[in-house]
């Protein structure tokens, strides 16, 4: 099994370099008997047959999913996710099952671990810090392979879609699908790099021409006990977060008063992030928000005993990124497809060196001109954010990794690619492009 942490191993030790091992991986531990048991149901639910099967278990994930599900007509389907969604699946209304196992899969699972010993000791021995640091993802292939297998005798879909390429649970599910021969979808969530992954999905709906030359980069990445589907199509359709996207609301007055966006990741420093913050201040309101995964209401407590005055925030899983971005002036990140949503909108994007977690440019949006550089952002000024009142990008900048903007498709995307997997099920391909590599 090849997922992120183990196909990108020098860069997740430069990313967890200043973890102190020995407590990462008790945290590792704990996180995966947590995964386990979270899920565990002495009388888990059954599933009947679904046409489509969806499956996310992150927000971002979710929210890319969601408004294609919604637009499924004349087929059945269900969307598998985790707990921490529930909530939020079910104000949208969503048919969606909780990722549940029973005793028998947990034996089952027991009985694998066991199977593996002599391979994961290999893994530790070749690598030990990333087995200390990255455990979690490595034995939680093991529950995921087990849950997959499950699912699928029951379900018995025609086609399984998913948004993720690289993690664990996903790229498990993929190679289940394979062993049992049902066709997968991918619907892209993110911009990609040449980091990612083989594309090995029988259709694939990709944002635009940038992603589609970067996954033919890394078709050679494929891990020697792995092959893609004998034929794999694709489609060009943009973004689906861009559904919701609203006009800017921002006014264009030109004074010294700026609202400022602070993206977060879990690889900046808290100090850091405070200095950030200080800095941005003394030039307008800065409204933080961090990355989905992040413990939100940890890092607000932890940031809020650095400051006397209130501080301003962003809840993820609670507004979302077109609600975020649409009334403010810039947006201050390392590497996040954000930025190329605020250059859609008229918002000026500023990519910062000092937080790209050293992938430096890392969806190539300096280089292809949709973001502007500042190395550090202590060294960003009040005058290089007026800039925004009168930034402007070139269209086709945005077309590259974007292909329906400006266009008739744009903000329809869903729509479109629900139309798609309808017309694939009927075993209609005239309309897809055939993904092949020289």
């Not at 971002?60 to 529930?86: C, D, G, H, M, W």
């Not at 590497?335 to 050293?358: C, D, F, H």
Request: aromatic share 12%; glycine share 4%.
């Amino acid at each position: 099994m090849e997922f992120s942490a183990g196909q990108n191993t020098k860069t997740n030790l430069k990313r967890f370099k200043h973890r102190n091992i020995m407590i990462s991986l008790l945290w590792q531990i704990a996180g995966y008997l947590k995964l386990v048991f979270t899920h565990l149901k002495l009388k888990p639910v059954t599933h009947d047959y679904k046409d489509i099967l969806f499956f996310a278990v992150t927000p971002n994930q979710f929210n890319v999913l969601r408004p294609v599900a919604e637009e499924i007509e004349n087929l059945s389907y269900v969307f598998i996710t985790s707990k921490t969604l529930a909530n939020e699946m079910i104000s949208v209304g969503v048919r969606s099952e909780h990722i549940e196992i029973g005793t028998k899969q947990l034996f089952q699972l027991c009985i694998v671990h066991l199977l593996r010993l002599k391979a994961l000791f290999s893994i530790f021995i070749s690598n030990n810090k990333l087995f200390f640091l990255r455990g979690k993802s490595i034995f939680s292939v093991h529950f995921w392979i087990i849950y997959h297998l499950n699912i699928l005798k029951e379900i018995r879909p025609r086609l399984v879609v998913v948004a993720n390429d690289h993690n664990a649970e996903t790229r498990s599910l993929v190679e289940a699908c394979k062993l049992m021969d049902i066709p997968t979808a991918y619907v892209q969530h993110a911009e990609v790099s040449q980091r990612f992954h083989s594309l090995d999905f029988n259709i694939s709906f990709l944002h635009g021409q940038h992603s589609l030359e970067i996954y033919k980069k890394c078709d050679k990445r494929r891990s020697n006990l792995s092959s893609p589907p004998i034929k794999r199509y694709y489609c060009l359709v943009g973004s689906m977060r861009l559904k919701d996207q609203k006009n800017h609301e921002r006014s264009t007055q030109t004074n010294n008063k700026m609202r400022m966006g602070l993206l977060i990741k879990g690889t900046d420093d808290l100090s850091d992030i405070c200095n950030y913050i200080r800095h941005l201040t003394q030039y307008g309101e800065v409204i933080i928000r961090p990355h989905p995964n992040m413990r939100f209401d940890d890092l607000k407590k932890n940031l809020n005993k650095n400051f006397t005055s209130s501080l301003f925030y962003s809840d993820p899983g609670k507004q979302s990124s077109a609600d975020f971005l649409v009334d403010l002036n810039a947006v201050i990140s390392g590497n996040s497809t954000m930025l190329l949503e605020a250059a859609m909108i008229g918002v000026l994007p500023v990519y910062v060196e000092k937080m790209s977690a050293g992938a430096s440019d890392y969806y190539g949006f300096v280089e292809n001109g949709v973001a502007v550089l500042a190395e550090d952002v202590l060294s960003i000024s009040l005058e290089d954010l007026k800039k925004s009142y009168n930034h402007k990008f070139e269209i086709d900048a945005i077309k590259y990794y974007i292909d329906t903007y400006g266009g008739p498709m744009f903000r329809n995307e869903p729509k479109f690619v629900s139309q798609k997997i309808f017309e694939y099920l009927e075993g209609k391909t005239e309309g897809f492009l055939s993904f092949e590599v020289q």
